[in-house]
Nanobody, 124 residues
Framework: QVQLVESGGGLVHPGGSLRLSCAAS????????VGWFRQAPGKKREGLSC????????FYDDSVKGRFTVSRDKAKRTVFLQMNDLKPEDTAVYYC?????????????????WGQGTQVTVSS
């Protein structure tokens, strides 16, 4: 079965950290660019970051630049999103996605294969 699976979400206090993972089954994630997105209740989905497959070119939305870091572990065939200094406004369902291209060109608009999402809640 071809799918993306996110994990690592949970409840964290403001200022805390979480690391989300995105793994693939049925295909090799290493070959493709991967984007991270989130959607909070009542809000539009927003793109957070993208990492390409070649040269690991990385892009961040300004809202998370400096706090979130995306990385790829090719040995584990997994893409990570390290989230630091979390704020209550980071509360959302987080998704990874790919469009089966190797680059992040227009990544906010081209991703069309999605995982099921993982909930992140930042609350005291």
């Amino acid at each position: 079965q071809v799918q993306l699976v996110e994990s690592g979400g949970g409840l964290v206090h403001p200022g805390g950290s979480l690391r989300l993972s995105c793994a693939a089954s049925g295909f090799t994630l290493d070959d493709y660019a991967v984007g991270w997105f989130r959607q909070a209740p009542g809000k539009k989905r927003e793109g957070l970051s993208c990492i390409s497959s070649m040269y690991d070119n990385i892009f961040y939305d300004d809202s998370v630049k400096g706090r979130f870091t995306v990385s790829r572990d090719k040995a584990k065939r997994t893409v990570f999103l390290q989230m630091n200094d979390l704020k209550p406004e980071d509360t959302a369902v987080y998704y990874c996605a790919t469009d089966f291209s190797s680059v992040c060109t227009s990544w906010r608009n081209t991703m069309d294969f999605w995982g099921q999402g993982t909930q992140v809640t930042v609350s005291s």
